[in-house]
């Protein structure tokens, strides 16, 4: 899980990556503690899978996503993407 950090692609199934969210989000958790960034509440996973959507439409994730830290992580995906 990531929050409001651009996304690290490293042998990824976005697919089943977004089901797994869909399955976490329906848990009505009072806090998620991410991998990366900042903890929230359930609307981090809606964010996540919104990012991951837009990712696999190829859409231009800095523009799109402008306060997320390390744009490097996208930058460098969306090259070979």
Do not use: A, R
């Not at 919104?50 to 696999?56: D, E, G, Q």
Request: aromatic residues 12%.
């Amino acid at each position: 899980m990531f929050s409001e950090v651009h996304t690290e692609f490293i042998d990824y199934n976005i697919d089943s990556w977004i089901k797994i969210l869909e399955i976490i989000s329906k848990n009505k958790n009072n806090i998620i503690i991410p991998g990366h960034g900042i903890p929230g509440e359930n609307d981090i996973i809606n964010n996540q899978i919104f990012y991951l959507n837009s990712f696999k439409e190829n859409k231009n994730m800095i523009n799109l996503f402008p306060d997320y830290i390390i744009p490097e992580y996208i930058k460098s995906i969306q090259k070979n993407h």
